[in-house]
């Protein structure tokens, strides 16, 4: 968040970054702009449950609701668990079943910088001919993808999936005010572009979603993603963490899957959560 370190600064700037006016969030909040006026100011201390009400109208994320929470003399409530902490097994257990169950198709589990966190025995074979170095802990599964000794001179789409990869990121940092994500996306768009790579106008995309396209020993497979997230999340490591499942977008990508999975030993491993 910068230099930003007042509750009523902190405030004021994720209003903004929700491109609402103080009236829009007093009237989200059910209290009156005189008194958001007031707190901004920092003529007015709110209570903790005001500034976690306020944090809940604004979608703050939960790691920056404990910053929120310190920056107005309160201690922070959420707690950041490793997914191997005791406390957190259920959780794990979750995780591990969405990503077994899917097989034979490839999932992964990522945090909220996209590090890998785990993935399921179809994840392992699309990362041949990767170069050993990405694959160094903390993998990066946007890095993998983008990369020029990643999967990028393999992605048979890659216009189309650089430009999907790059807005989906860009919204994120909007959103986030993350400045790890800031400095992933200005790594990812600085990565040599192919000559044939051109910007994608919407019209050119002709299908419902961008599939990922990889050309593979066993013809090109053609993926479609689709995103999951705990629903209700109280711990920062379970708010943060995504799990991308990808489906064949044809039959012959379902086969070959198959039979790649069946011939797959042990999931990828990915660093500690």
């Known amino acids: 968040m910068g ?33 958001l006026s007031f707190v901004e100011s920092g003529r007015a201390q709110p209570s903790r449950e005001m500034v976690l009400h306020l944090a809940e109208r604004l979608e703050v994320p939960l790691r920056e609701r404990n910053f929120l929470l310190v920056a107005a003399g309160y201690a922070p409530v959420f ?10 097994m259920a959780a794990n257990e ?3 079943r969405v990503l077994t169950g ?26 041949a001919g990767i170069d050993g170095a990405l694959l160094a802990p903390p993998v990066n599964v946007l890095r993998l993808s983008l990369h020029p000794r990643g999967a990028a001179p393999r992605i048979a789409n890659l216009p189309e999936w650089r430009a999907h990869i790059l807005a989906r990121l860009r919204r994120q940092v909007e959103v986030s005010a ?9 790594e990812l768009r600085g990565y040599p572009v192919p000559a044939s790579t051109r910007p994608v106008p919407m019209a050119d995309l002709d299908s419902v979603a961008v599939p990922l396209r990889l050309a593979m020993p066993e013809g090109t497979l053609s993926f479609l993603s689709t995103t999951m997230v705990f629903g209700t999340p109280m711990d920062i490591t379970l708010a ?33 959560p």
């Open 3 to 35: 230099h930003v370190t007042g509750f009523g600064d902190l405030l004021r700037d994720w209003r903004k970054r929700r491109r609402l006016s103080q009236l829009d969030l007093a009237m989200e909040a059910e209290v009156s702009q005189r008194h």
């Open 79 to 88: 707690p950041e668990r490793a997914l191997d902490d005791p406390a957190m």
């Open 94 to 96: 979750a995780v591990q």
């Open 102 to 127: 899917h097989e034979p198709h490839p999932a992964i589990a990522v945090n909220r910088h996209w590090n890998l966190l785990s993935a399921n025995r179809a994840f392992a074979p699309l990362l």
């Open 178 to 186: 993350d400045a790890t994500l800031m400095a992933l996306l200005e």
């Open 240 to 272: 943060e963490l995504t799990i991308e499942a990808f489906f064949p977008a044809d039959a012959a990508t379902a086969e070959a899957t198959r039979r790649l999975t069946s011939a797959a030993t042990d999931p990828h491993p990915g660093p500690p």
